[in-house]
Each structure stands twice: as C-alpha cells, then as structure tokens.
C-alpha cells in the first residue's frame, strides 16, 4: 500500500528557503503524481504544485511560481519542494498527496493517498 513521508518543516525568516521531502513507498505504478497542499489555520486546503515521477512534469499554483520549484530522484521515491523567497502568508501545514492516474492536478479530490503533513512558519 502507498505511504508518504514528509520531512523538511520548520522556522524561517522571511526571504529564507526550506526544501520539503516526501518519500513514497509501497506502490508499483509508472503513473504516480505527487502533489503539494498546505493549510494554514482557518483557510481551506490550497495545492501549490505536483510532478508527475515518469514525465517530470511539474505545475504550480500561480501564489509560488517563480519562487517553488517540485523536482524528484526516482532512486530514492522522494519528490522535493524547494521553497525560496518565503513570505509570512506561506506559513502553513504542508501535505504531499500522491494518486497513479497519470495527470498533474491541483485539486485535493484527485489524490488518494496523503501523508502526515510538516509544519512551515515563516516570520522574523
């Protein structure tokens, strides 16, 4: 059965960087797509990217384009977001959700396999 692993959250300063870790095991299929989510508190869950492991493919919401960047190393089934340029109105809980029918998506419906979610707080 599919499991993900989130890794990376913590404390940062406005203009700071985190790179964030999911570790997918568990699952055999070539079509996994691993989105991104956060929640911050009162505000309903938003995606802010996904990458699909066999194409590369990557999309992102338009609040962290240009400063979020999804990438994967399929020897280890972890994706990565690296997160750059960090605002107070980044800080949130961070999910990775993964689901294997092959398209990106940043609708939360779309996955059905979610991790445990890593805290991001940014502020001075």
């Known amino acids: 059965q599919l499991q993900l692993v989130e890794s990376g959250g913590g404390l940062v300063q406005p203009g700071g960087s985190l790179r964030l870790s999911c570790a997918a095991s568990?699952?055999?299929?070539?079509?996994?797509?691993i989105g991104w989510f956060r929640q911050a508190p009162g505000k309903e869950r938003e995606g802010v990217s996904c990458i699909n492991l066999k194409s590369d493919m990557t999309r992102y919401a338009d609040s962290v384009k240009g400063r979020f960047t999804a990438s994967r190393d399929n020897a280890k089934n972890t994706v990565y977001l690296q997160m750059n340029s960090l605002k107070p109105e980044d800080t949130a809980v961070y999910y990775c959700?993964?689901?294997?029918?092959?398209?990106?998506?940043?609708?939360?419906?779309?996955?059905?396999?979610w991790g445990q979610g890593t805290q991001v707080t940014v502020s001075s």
């Open positions: 568990g699952f055999s299929s070539d079509y996994l797509t």
């Open positions: 959700a993964a689901h294997t029918r092959g398209f990106l998506s940043l609708v939360q419906n779309h996955y059905n396999r």
